[in-house]
Each structure stands twice: as C-alpha cells, then as structure tokens.
C-alpha cells in the first residue's frame, strides 16, 4: 500500500522558517519525481518546488531562493526547507510522488497546515 504522510507544517512568523518532511511507504519512491504543491484558501494548487530520481530540482518563481527541496531515499523521505516564510506562504502542502514513463501515477500525502502570521 502506497503511503505519503508529511509532517513539519505550523505557525509561524513571518521571516521564520519550518521543515516539510514527506515519508514514503512502498518501493516506487526512488524511481518518482516528487515534488510539493500548495493550495491556499479559495486558489488552485500549485507546484512549489519538485525533485527529479536523479536530483535535479525545479522550484515556483514566488518560492526560489528561500525555499530548498531535498531527497533521502534511503530513508524515503523527501524535505521542503522554507525559510525567510511570508504570509503569502499560508497555505496547505501537499507531497508528490510522480512518474510518467514506462510506469504512470500520481500519489499524494494528506496535506499538512503552514501558517504564516504578519
């Protein structure tokens, strides 16, 4: 059974910082591109920062230079590092397994709170 359970979400202020952390069960966790999203109240979901099997990261414009996404995988995990956090920042992060080769899915986390207080 395919499990993303994330934790490290809470309140904050504004210019502080938090760690994401997203543990993976099942053995499809080094072959995925995994990523963060975030969807804040009333707004789509978005892609925050993704990592590819071979470490190769993408990071959203409104996030680059303060936030770091990170990869174990002996220990299947994946981190978001958030500093210098805005209240822009407030939202629900979502984890991301993905993979779109000779195998395909989508796997997501239940979503842990971030809070950003001015």
């Known amino acids: 059974q395919v499990q993303l359970v994330e934790s490290g979400g809470g309140l904050v202020q504004a210019g502080g910082s938090l760690r994401l952390s997203c543990a993976a069960s099942g053995s499809f966790f080094r072959l995925s591109t995994m990523g963060w999203y975030r969807q804040a109240p009333g707004k789509q979901r978005e892609l925050v920062a993704a990592i590819t099997p071979g470490g190769g990261t993408n990071y959203a414009d409104s996030v680059k230079g303060r936030f770091t996404i990170s990869r174990d995988n002996a220990k299947n995990t994946v981190y978001l590092q958030m500093n210098s956090l805005k209240p822009e920042d407030t939202a629900v992060y979502y984890c991301?397994?993905?993979?779109?080769?000779?195998?395909?899915?989508?796997?997501w986390g239940q979503g842990t709170q971030v809070t950003v207080s001015s």
């Open positions: 991301n397994a993905h993979r779109a080769d000779l195998v395909r899915y989508d796997f």
